[in-house]
């Protein structure tokens, strides 16, 4: 029996522009972005639909904007009768998956990552923090690297363990600058500096944790319906108060990616669909298994693919 994995973008896929086009002439879409206007007070669909690219970039606008497109996309998948056995989202996009479980509400969830957004945006200051993508070196090697570079006082870390030879890397300026020279001296084929407004994912993220954690105290979760595979323990999470913790202790710990799609794999999962713009994940996937099939639903017509090929309504 095939199972079907939802999966969810993070910060990076946004585009001016997404789900337009499956909005129009939708008024159960639409509600998706009228009521992100009106939870957040402000109107965040005007900046999806016809801001500028700066602006959306913009992580406390990105982050909402995002779980605002990949949530309507995977009600649609629903509503045509097609349901996952299993959710997860890369960093911001857990939250999609939160959504899409049941355990979130939208509305809570798109004012709790514009929070998050703020808090990431205030806990170190523009220029201090940097992120980098280390490509063909193992996770073992690339820690002694990063453990050697913080102790030298230039904080360092494994910020996302993406697919094989794909690993990311976050913490001060100097420190991922040091730790991406060493990385190729040790033998990574690539170091490449990411365009990001700060070192999530790492140890610097605390005092965005703890003030997220005080949000989140005042939020209701519910028992997922679909069990949901942490970012952190790459392992499936059904307890609303289980989740309320490790969504806190994924801002400064590792997006164990990889690990989580072996796991969705090990569970029988043989069907990837991507909700949001972009490709990003459906890439990563095929990286660890060429054998699965993936989708990436973004527009009517890859929807419309998804719907002939599994057999929705």
Not at 91 to 114: C, M
């Amino acid at each position: 029996m095939t199972k079907i994995a939802f999966i969810f973008p993070g910060q990076g896929s946004q585009v001016v522009g997404m789900g337009q086009q499956l909005i129009e002439n939708n008024v159960e879409s639409r509600k998706f972005y009228d009521q992100a206007d009106e939870a957040l007070g402000f109107s965040l669909s005007d900046i999806m639909l016809n801001g500028s690219a700066e602006e959306l970039t913009k992580t406390y606008n990105a982050q909402p904007a995002l779980l605002t497109t990949s949530s309507m996309i995977a009600a649609k998948l629903v509503e045509a009768g097609i349901n996952p056995d299993f959710t997860a989202g890369h960093s911001l996009g857990e939250y999609s998956a939160l959504v899409a479980s049941n355990t979130l509400s939208f509305e809570d969830a798109v004012l709790l990552v514009h929070q998050r957004g703020l808090f990431m945006n205030e806990a170190v200051p523009a220029g201090e923090g940097a992120m980098a993508a280390i490509l063909g070196m193992d996770k073992e090697a690339l820690n002694e690297v990063t453990t050697e570079v913080s102790k030298d006082g230039h904080l360092v870390q494994v910020a996302n363990l993406n697919c094989p030879g794909q690993i990311v890397i976050s913490g001060t300026v100097a420190g991922v600058n040091e730790a991406s020279e060493k990385a190729k001296q040790a033998g990574a084929k690539r170091a490449i500096p990411l365009v990001v407004s700060g070192p999530f994912h790492s140890e610097l993220m605390r005092p965005a944790a703890a003030k997220l954690d005080e949000a989140i105290s005042a939020i209701a979760l519910q028992d997922a319906q679909v069990p949901v595979i942490s970012n952190v323990t790459a392992l499936p999470v059904i307890e609303a108060a289980s989740m309320k913790s490790l969504l806190v202790e994924q801002l400064y710990s590792p997006v164990r990616w990889e690990q989580s799609v072996e796991k969705m794999l090990e569970l029988g999962v043989t069907v990837f669909i991507e909700c949001g713009p972009g490709k990003v994940l459906s890439g990563l996937v095929k990286k660890i298994d060429r054998s699965v099939t993936t989708y990436c639903v973004h527009d009517e017509d890859s929807l419309q693919q998804v719907i002939t090929e599994l057999g929705g309504s």
